[in-house]
C-alpha cells in the first residue's frame, strides 16, 4: 500500500462519515419547517411541541454535519495539492458561493430561529427556519454542482497545466449536475423520512408499553411517510434520467455496475448474477431495447488507445453489489411508506407492526445513499476529473504513506468519539420526548413574540 491508497481511504471514509449527517440536515430541516407552519397555521399545540422536538435533533445533526465537513476542505491541501491546483480556478466560484451565501444564509437564520422563539414576531421566526432549510438545499446545489463538474467538465479550457472556468452558468446547469442534484436531494428526504418514521415508531412503542400513546404520533408520522413516499418517486425518475447521462457521458460506471465486459446491442439487466431480464439495460439506458451499450473489456481498449496505457476499469464487484444494495434498500423504505399509508387510511390506532418496522428500517436509506456514493464515486475511477485528470496524478507528491497513516488515524479514532457522542445525544432526546410543558401562545399578541415568556402550561 502506497500513499496515494491510504488517502484514497482517508477521503472515503470522511467523506461516507460526513455525509450520515448531510441528507438528514437537508430533510429535517423542511420537515420541522413543515411542521412549525402546521403550527402557525391551526394553532395546534401538539404541532408546536413536535416542532421543538425534531428542532433539536435536528440541530445536532446539523452540528455534527458542519464539523466534520471542514475536515473535507483540509484534505484538498494536505493530500491532494495536485487536485487543488488543476481544478482550484473551476471550483472556486461554486465552492465561494456555498460558503458566502448558502451556509451563511442557513447559519444565520437557523441562529435567529434558535434564540427567536420569545424574542420574533411568529411569522418572522417562522420565515427564519425556512430559510435555514431553503440554505442548506441550496448549499448542497452548490457542493453538488462541483462534483458533478468531475464526471462531466464542462466551462473550461486547460492552460498551464490547469482548467481554468470559461463559463460559469454552464458549470452550474451542467446536465449532470441537473440530474444529480435532485437525485440527491430527494434522496435526502427519503433519509429524513426514514428517521422520522423510526423515531415515531419508537415512541409509540414506548408509550403504549406505559398505558397510551400521544395522538400527535400518528400526525408526525403520516407527514414523515407522505413524504417518503413522494421523495421515492422523485428518486425513480431523477435515477433514471441520471442512467441515460451515464450511457452517454460515463459508460465505463455503467458498464461496470451492469457488469458487462463487453458492447453489446440489447443488453440485458442484470438483476443478480445469472438472472437477467433480456433487452432491459439498453432500455433503461437509452430508452432504446435494442441500443447498444458499450462494454468494460471494450471501453478499457479504446481508452488505452486515447489517452495511454492503464488499467481503466474501476472495481466491479464494488461497484455491482453497490448498485444493487442502493436499489434494495430504498425501494424498501419508500415501500415500507407506502404500506404505512395504506395502515393509517383510517383513524385507528397506529399498527404495532409499522412501529417496529419503522424502527427496524432505520439504517436502511442511510445505506443505500451511502452505496449510492460508492457507486458514484468508484465508478469513475481512476479519474478524479474524467478525461483530464487521473487520480494517481491528483495526489500530494511531498506527503508520504507515514504521513497520511497518522492523519488517518487521528482522524478515524476523532470520528469515532463524535459518533458515539452522536448517537448518544440523539438517543437521549428521542427517549425523553417532547418536552411536556412549554410557553403557549400569548392569544393577545397574535403577532408578537413567538411565544409569552415564562407562562408554562401542559400542552395535552
Known amino acids: 500500500m502506497d500513499a496515494l491508497d491510504l488517502a484514497r481511504w ?10 450520515l449527517f448531510v441528507p438528514l440536515t437537508i430533510g429535517l430541516g423542511i420537515f420541522v419547517a413543515g411542521l412549525q407552519t402546521a403550527w402557525h397555521r391551526t394553532g395546534k399545540a401538539h404541532y408546536l411541541r413536535l416542532t421543538r422536538f425534531f428542532g433539536k435533533l435536528f440541530l445536532i445533526n446539523f452540528a455534527m454535519g458542519v464539523v466534520t465537513g471542514i475536515v473535507q476542505e483540509f484534505q484538498f491541501g494536505m493530500n491532494w495539492s495536485e487536485y487543488s491546483t488543476f481544478v482550484g ?21 437557523l441562529g435567529l430561529w434558535i434564540f427567536g422563539w420569545e424574542r420574533l414576531p411568529k411569522r418572522v421566526h417562522l420565515a427564519c427556519i425556512w430559510a435555514a432549510a431553503l440554505g442548506s438545499n441550496l448549499s448542497a446545489y452548490f457542493i453538488l454542482a462541483a462534483n458533478a463538474w468531475m464526471k462531466h467538465p464542462v466551462g473550461y479550457e486547460v492552460t498551464g497545466g490547469r482548467a481554468r472556468m470559461t463559463d460559469l452558468w454552464a458549470v452550474l446547469t451542467n446536465s449532470t449536475a441537473l440530474a444529480q442534484v435532485p437525485h440527491v436531494v430527494a434522496a435526502s428526504f427519503v433519509v429524513a423520512g426514514g428517521f422520522v418514521i423510526a423515531v415515531c415508531g419508537y415512541r409509540i412503542l414506548r408509550e403504549r408499553r406505559s398505558g397510551g400513546a400521544d395522538p400527535m404520533w400518528r400526525a408526525s408520522l403520516r407527514g414523515a411517510l407522505v413524504m417518503t413516499a413522494l421523495a421515492g418517486a422523485l428518486v425513480a425518475g431523477t435515477g433514471d434520467m441520471s442512467g441515460q447521462l451515464l450511457h452517454e457521458q460515463q459508460p465505463m460506471k455503467l458498464a461496470a455496475a451492469e457488469g458487462l465486459r463487453h458492447d453489446e446491442k440489447g443488453a440485458a439487466y442484470s438483476l443478480v448474477p445469472g438472472v437477467e431480464v433480456p433487452k432491459g439495460l439498453s432500455l433503461l439506458a437509452a430508452h432504446d431495447p435494442d441500443a447498444v451499450v458499450q462494454g468494460a473489456d471494450d471501453i478499457q481498449r479504446r481508452f488505452a488507445q486515447k489517452f495511454g496505457p492503464g488499467d481503466y476499469i474501476p472495481n466491479l464487484p464494488v461497484v ?12 424498501s423504505t419508500v415501500a415500507l411508506s407506502l404500506a404505512g399509508l395504506w395502515a393509517l387510511r383510517r ?4 399498527p404495532r407492526w409499522l412501529a417496529r ?3 427496524a428500517a432505520l439504517p436502511l436509506p442511510l445505506l443505500a445513499v451511502i452505496a449510492g456514493w460508492l457507486l458514484s464515486e468508484i465508478g469513475r475511477q481512476p479519474w478524479v476529473v474524467q478525461g483530464e485528470l487521473l487520480t494517481a496524478a491528483a495526489v ?65
Open 10 to 19: 482517508q477521503f472515503g471514509i470522511t467523506t461516507v462519515y460526513h455525509f
Open 89 to 109: 480556478d473551476v471550483f472556486g466560484a461554486p465552492l465561494a458561493l456555498e460558503a458566502l451565501l448558502a451556509f451563511f444564509l442557513e447559519s444565520t437564520f
Open 320 to 331: 455491482y453489489w453497490s448498485f444493487r444494495v442502493m436499489i434494495v434498500f430504498g425501494l
Open 347 to 350: 383513524r385507528r390506532p397506529v
Open 357 to 359: 418496522a419503522g424502527l
Open 396 to 460: 500530494s507528491p511531498g506527503v508520504s504513506l507515514r504521513d497520511v497513516a497518522i492523519s488517518l488515524t487521528i482522524f478515524t479514532v476523532l470520528y469515532g468519539v463524535l459518533a458515539v457522542a452522536e448517537v448518544r445525544l440523539l438517543a437521549r432526546h428521542v427517549k425523553a420526548g417532547p418536552d411536556p410543558v412549554v410557553p403557549v401562545p400569548d392569544p393577545r399578541r397574535p403577532d408578537g413574540p413567538e411565544t409569552a415568556p415564562l407562562t408554562p402550561t401542559l400542552m395535552y
